[in-house]
């Protein structure tokens, strides 16, 4: 009898697991299934997900982009901006990590918290500071305005590095220093190889808020040429005429290929970032 209960509720929990897994996943089916309908069919019958007959021209017809700009242009620009950003994010927030984890300054505490109130900061409110400080530098309209802050360090990053490396032995630290090691030594040789399922992590995370940027690429990019495929996407959607609705869901579907690929192949490193455990003592 209570072998049968617990088959039950395993058999409950299962349904409602892929219930819930269904409902969250759906509006991406819709889309990938929308990007290979007719214009007049995708809003005419949302509910249906399965085309009368398949599209495929949409994807041709998106990757030829606009204003004689293929969208290769807009990916290879997403590319750029996103790891070129990614690679000084994961650095800066690195050192800056470890500065707060392994030094003793003073008041290290009280620039700690500094840090982590930044985080609370919308967007919006230092938007117009930094849109003004871009312009008089003269970076407005180029990649500057959306890369060169990454190199300054990312509080969320920060922060979980820092929790990562506290989980880290400090007789590692001691040993190193008795062999002559340096703080640099400690961090290039110690401390990054052990922290590289953190560093993932954060790569992840900078990647995917980099590529979906929209409203900084909105602010800073005033170039066809120059936009990442977020800020071309909405160029589909032209209100004084028809819009191409099935070549831009054949190109937001291309959009998050990057990131489904990267975190197919990475989940295991970002498992173990977030739990931040590290070693044990």
Request: hydrophobic share 55%; net charge positive; charged share 10%.
């Amino acid at each position: 009898m209570e072998h049968k209960k617990i088959k039950t509720k395993s058999v409950i929990y299962t349904v409602l697991v892929l219930l819930g897994g269904f409902i969250m996943i759906y509006p991406l089916i819709w889309m990938v299934m929308s990007s290979f309908k007719e214009n007049n069919e995708i809003f005419s019958d949302a509910s249906s997900l399965i085309p009368s007959h398949f599209k495929f021209e949409n994807y041709s017809n998106g990757w030829a982009g606009f204003a004689g700009i293929s969208f290769s242009v807009f990916f290879r620009n997403s590319f750029i901006i996103s790891i070129i950003g990614t690679i000084g994010a994961v650095f800066s927030s690195a050192v800056v990590a470890f500065g707060f984890a392994r030094t003793r300054f003073r008041s290290r505490a009280f620039w700690f918290v500094c840090m982590l109130i930044t985080m609370m900061l919308p967007f919006q409110i230092i938007m117009i500071p930094q849109y003004i400080i871009f312009n008089q530098l003269g970076w407005v309209g180029t990649f500057l305005p959306l890369i060169v802050p990454s190199y300054f360090g990312g509080a969320f990053f920060i922060f979980l590095i820092v929790q990562f490396i506290y989980g880290i032995p400090r007789d590692l630290d001691e040993a190193a220093k008795i062999d002559g090691c340096s703080y640099y030594g400690i961090f290039a040789r110690i401390i990054l190889p052990l922290i590289v399922p953190a560093l993932v992590t954060c790569a992840i995370f900078s990647f995917m808020w980099k590529w979906d940027d929209f409203l900084g690429s909105l602010l800073y990019l005033n170039k066809p040429s120059t936009y990442p495929v977020s800020l071309a996407l909405k160029m589909f959607a032209d209100p004084t005429s028809i819009s191409d609705w099935g070549a831009m869901f054949a190109m937001a579907t291309l959009s998050v290929v990057p990131i489904f690929v990267i975190f197919i192949f990475f989940q295991k490193y970002l498992v173990e970032g977030i739990s931040t455990e590290g070693l044990k003592g």
